[in-house]
């Protein structure tokens, strides 16, 4: 019996990992809702929200900053940037946005794929915004916001690596007449991390995080809509 029930769980094991292998970029989590998304109304600014656990947690923390307006949250927790490079087109391009917000690099720092070197990550974050801009999408490109440590990664010091890959993505983004929503001055504390207030775990916004993150999003999502290209 116990060994039918091993043999069971390593079948299922290998079943879970194959379909994990198979959509590694999760594109499946937002299928159905993205079949239900008609096209933009005349004059919608639509604005879909492009990130990780700190965007998809976000709609759940304060769902009352999405109702009502044209917003969608398409942020997967634990996701890479070239997690979200992959299912771009599907959960940014194909909703006809005419603005995207994203907010990424948090995990790749962390290593949740592996090691990966910042010129990689920012080359899939340069990547995502010139897709948008190909297909007339206006780009909001997100500082990372503060980390002091990782509670699942606790052998990495973020502070450097994100420091750096927000230079990186503060110049590409003055270069290239490209909105920096900068998160990580408002919301840093004196050791360059997330203060408690702001969060539960040092890492992700609770609601005091995202309430400060609204206004300068929506700012930046208006500066974005009006530029000429």
């Keep these: 019996m116990v060994k039918k029930l091993f043999s069971a769980l ?10 994990k292998a198979q959509d590694w970029a999760n594109i499946k989590k937002y299928q159905e809702a993205n079949s239900k998304v008609p096209p933009p109304a005349s004059g919608e600014n639509r604005v879909v929200y492009m990130g990780d656990s700190i965007t998809d947690f976000w709609i759940g923390n304060d769902s009352t900053f999405f109702a009502g307006k044209p917003y ?29 917000v994203i907010l990424a690099g948090i995990n790749d720092i962390a290593e949740n794929n592996g090691p990966s070197k910042l010129e990689d990550v920012f080359g899939n974050l340069v990547s995502m915004a010139e897709l ?24 990495i010091d973020p502070v450097p690596k994100v420091a750096a890959l927000n230079e990186m993505i503060k110049n590409y983004s003055d270069k290239n007449n490209i909105v920096y929503l900068d998160y990580f001055t408002a919301m ?4 360059r991390g997330l203060p408690a207030n702001l969060s539960k775990d040092g890492v992700h916004p609770n609601l005091a995080g995202y309430k400060m993150m609204e206004p300068l999003a929506e700012k930046a999502i208006e500066a974005a809509l009006k530029k000429r290209k």
């Design 10 to 19: 390593i079948v299922l094991f290998f079943a879970i990992s194959a379909t």
């Design 72 to 100: 969608f949250d398409r942020g997967i927790s634990g996701q890479t940037t070239g997690q979200m490079l992959v299912r771009f087109r599907e959960d940014v391009i194909n909703l006809k946005p005419k603005v995207v």
């Design 132 to 155: 948008a801009k190909a297909n007339n999408i206006k780009v909001v490109l997100s500082s990372i916001t503060p980390a002091f440590a990782f509670p699942w990664r606790k052998s």
């Design 188 to 191: 840093a504390d004196a050791r």
